[in-house]
Antibody
Framework: EVQLVESGGGLVQPGGSLRLSCAAS????????MDWVRQAPGKGLEWVSF????????YYADSVKGRFTISRDNAKNSLYLQMNSLGDEDTAVYYC??????????WGQGTLVTVSS | ETVLTQSPGTLSLSPGERATLFCRAS???????LAWYQQTPGQAPRLLIY???SRANGIPDRFSGSGTGTDFTLTISRLEPEDFAVYYC?????????FGGGTKVEIK
């Protein structure tokens, strides 16, 4: 069974940093691209970032480019999102998702990031 | 950047009725890269349809997708109680994914 479990969310002050993790199991992690998607409270889904299976290709949404860094460790079956210079607009539930041909076929349950002073 | 506009914003229907949800793109989308997701309160989204019309694993056949170019449709032939949820379309293009704003299907 495919499982994706996010961790690392929490309360952070504006301008602060946070690193999210996503632990994958139940599939060949090193064969799949992965994405981060976020959802602000009461709002819709917003794609954040993409990383290919080998980390050779990485994309970011304009809203996070230059502040967020996606990475993965295939030996540890783990995906990461380093978030810097956080602002109120980054408050959201962050989901990791498995990317299969540009659609997201499995999602984690999400981790909440709250940016507030 | 391709913007997806979903309509209606809210659909009020009764169980057993047919639901038709629309997703319009600001520019042409490859049919291979149009997907639909369902999200119930407090839960992660679930993939329903990919490649415009292919159902994901375990998705009942009352869900169907169609469309081409800039206009896509998700149809639920007969609403079951568990189908009342928010639905999102999603596309890939120009090195990014994007989602529509969602359609809420609520019980009338």
């Amino acid at each position: 069974e495919v499982q994706l479990v996010e961790s690392g969310g929490g309360l952070v002050q504006p301008g602060g940093s946070l690193r999210l993790s996503c632990a994958a199991s139940g599939f060949a992690f090193d064969s799949y691209a992965m994405d981060w998607v976020r959802q602000a409270p009461g709002k819709g889904l917003e794609w954040v970032s993409f990383i290919s299976s080998s980390s050779a290709t990485i994309y970011y949404a304009d809203s996070v480019k230059g502040r967020f860094t996606i990475s993965r460790d295939n030996a540890k079956n783990s995906l990461y999102l380093q978030m810097n210079s956080l602002g109120d607009e980054d408050t959201a539930v962050y989901y990791c998702a498995r990317d299969y041909r540009k659609h997201l076929d499995h999602w984690g349950q999400g981790t909440l990031v709250t940016v507030s002073s | 950047e391709t913007v997806l506009t979903q309509s209606p914003g809210t659909l009020s229907l009764s169980p057993g009725e047919r639901a038709t949800l629309f997703c319009r793109a600001s520019q042409s989308v490859s049919s291979s890269y149009l997907a639909w997701y369902q999200q119930t309160p407090g839960q992660a989204p679930r993939l329903l349809i990919y490649g415009t019309s292919s159902r994901a694993n375990g998705i009942p056949d009352r869900f169907s997708g169609s469309g081409t170019g800039t206009d896509f449709t998700l149809t639920i032939s007969r609403l079951e109680p568990e189908d009342f949820a928010v639905y999102y379309c999603q596309q890939y293009g120009s090195f990014r994914l994007s989602f529509g704003g969602g359609t809420k299907v609520e019980i009338k």
